[in-house]
């Protein structure tokens, strides 16, 4: 199937007409060029596309707890910080990739630093004497990650 371009008319205010002409993102020159870009752009910050868009709306159903689970020194839980700000950015990583052919691959690329990220901060948390939790981790809990954190060094 053919794509065809829609030739569109547009009075432009002079100030409005001058900012178009100031777009130099990658190589726009003609008015179409610049149009074209104005629209590309405005996709990217506000399309599904955007990680950034995607981290903001999964961020606000973890933010009031984060803030909450943050704010009273004596009842801090690490645990619950790795795995909201884990799941937010899980969230996001899903929201923003892309889905297509290669939606499984690309969205296994953006998740694995998430994933690095969440051991390098949740492990600490469940072994460590001195991290901060609501409770203590059981001792069962604790020696299986113990064993199993054992078992992957091997």
Not at 65 to 88: M, W, Y
Not at 97 to 122: G, H, I, S, Y
């Amino acid at each position: 199937m053919l794509n065809k371009s829609q030739s569109i008319s547009v009075r432009l205010s002079p100030e409005d007409y001058a900012y178009l002409m100031r777009i130099e993102q990658n190589g726009a020159v003609t008015q179409s060029e610049k149009v074209r870009e104005l629209i590309r752009m405005a996709r990217e910050q506000v399309g599904s596309e955007s990680f950034t868009r995607a981290y903001l709306s999964s961020s606000e159903v973890a933010a009031p707890i984060l803030a909450e689970c943050k704010s009273d020194p004596e009842s801090r839980s690490d645990v619950c910080e790795a795995l909201l700000a884990g799941v937010a950015e899980t969230a996001a990583c899903v929201q923003a990739t892309m889905r297509d052919d290669a939606f499984l691959r690309n969205l296994e690329q953006r998740l694995l630093p998430v994933a690095e990220q969440l051991v390098k901060q949740l492990l600490p948390a469940l072994i460590s004497e001195h991290a901060n939790r609501l409770e203590d981790v059981d001792v069962d809990r604790k020696q299986r990650l113990l064993h199993l954190i054992e078992t992957l060094t091997e």
